[in-house]
């Protein structure tokens, strides 16, 4: 997004909701009366791996042909536009303050979490099984891509060499074993249920609304969707989201509040059984975000925080659910 764009919604009394990683043009920004603007990142590898997995495509791509046929709460979009498939891109979104962002290092309690899965639903329901997702070629997998198995591969041991010394021997122990492993979850494609899926659906990726009692979520960055696997946006959300003191308590409740939510909303032939085995095998779900991003693209102080945060949060969510026995 440029400058110019933002003078453009000015002055037809637009907003636009984004982040930026950039403090100079952050500044450019409330000079002009915006509240955030959305930015390539202005490190040269970062915007090239943008391009190069169609993120900035499939972000302006999901506000053109899906949202307005999803249930899922997102800002309204006044206008989407790309040059090719990146870096330079327009989005023009509605602003939704009075929320505020959600913090993954923070974590949430057991209301937004419940909140926050329950909202998937109006995402998930109206693609449930949907075949015609696939006319979207942003939404299929990359065959010219290394598979998830292979990229995990290559960067577990820089990883475990970066962050291993701040996680306990069996947190350590699961990150190997799931790069061992031919039948790990992770890396088994998305056959039946499929639906859309967020791909990075935490707290940093939420806006949250409390003024009315019951929190209100709004989803923004929507530029790693794919088709994929129902329960692992709720795995990868409860994993990361909550502190596992809180998650244990909770999530059997909020996972059942889930599940009766989407027979409501007219998923057939999905029983609570399949949920739940479901949900445990998304607890993996996490490791491959962690392990990948931490370490393609740029690091920061925050970033590491973030990443050691959640590799311990997502090791001992899938411990405690024994999922290893899916390895």
């Known amino acids: 997004m440029s400058i110019f764009a933002l003078q453009i919604a000015k002055a037809a009394g637009a907003y636009v909701y984004s982040t930026t990683s950039s403090e100079e043009k952050m500044e450019k920004l409330k000079d002009l009366g915006a509240h955030f603007g959305k930015f390539p990142s202005d490190e040269l590898i970062s915007r090239e791996t943008g391009v190069q997995l169609r993120n900035y495509y499939r972000e302006v791509g999901f506000y053109q042909h899906l949202a307005g046929k999803l249930n899922i709460s997102v800002p309204e ?10 870096p330079d891109f327009v989005l023009l979104l509605q ?18 979490a419940r909140a926050a899965v329950l ?10 099984c949907d075949e015609s997702l696939r006319q979207y070629d942003w939404l299929l997998p990359d065959d010219g891509a290394l ?6 591969a290559q960067h577990l041991p820089g990883f475990l060499d970066r962050y291993g010394k701040t996680m306990a021997a069996d947190e350590r122990d699961i990150y190997t074993r799931v790069g061992a492993s031919s039948t790990c979850p992770l890396f088994t494609p998305a056959t039946s249920p ?7 659906y935490r707290l940093d990726n939420m806006l949250i609304e409390e003024s009315g009692g019951v929190p209100r979520m709004t989803v923004v ?7 994929g696997k129902p329960m692992n946006e709720v795995a990868y959300f409860l994993g990361s989201g909550l502190l596992p003191e809180t998650r244990r308590e909770a999530e059997v409740d909020i996972l059942r509040d889930y599940h009766a939510a989407l027979q409501e909303a007219g998923v057939e032939d999905y029983d609570w059984e399949q949920c739940w085995t479901d949900y445990r095998k998304g607890s993996f779900s996490g490791f491959g975000v962690t ?12 970033g590491d925080e973030m990443f050691t945060t959640m590799a311990r949060r997502h090791a001992r969510h899938a411990i405690d659910l024994g999922a290893d026995e899916f390895l």
Not at 147 to 152: E, G, K, N
Not at 194 to 200: A, G, M, V, W, Y
């Open 119 to 128: 909202e998937l639903v109006g995402m998930q329901a109206p693609s449930w």
């Open 291 to 302: 392990v990948i991003a931490s370490m393609i693209v740029e690091r920061t102080e925050r």
């Open 95 to 112: 602003d939704m303050a009075p929320a505020r962002q959600g913090d993954q290092l923070a974590g949430c309690s057991a209301e937004i």
């Open 194 to 200: 499929f639906c859309i899926e967020h791909l990075d």
């Open 77 to 86: 979009c006044y206008y989407a536009a790309i040059i090719d498939e990146g």
């Open 221 to 227: 960055d929507w530029q790693s969707l794919v088709i």
């Open 147 to 152: 598979d998830t198995a292979s990229l995990y």
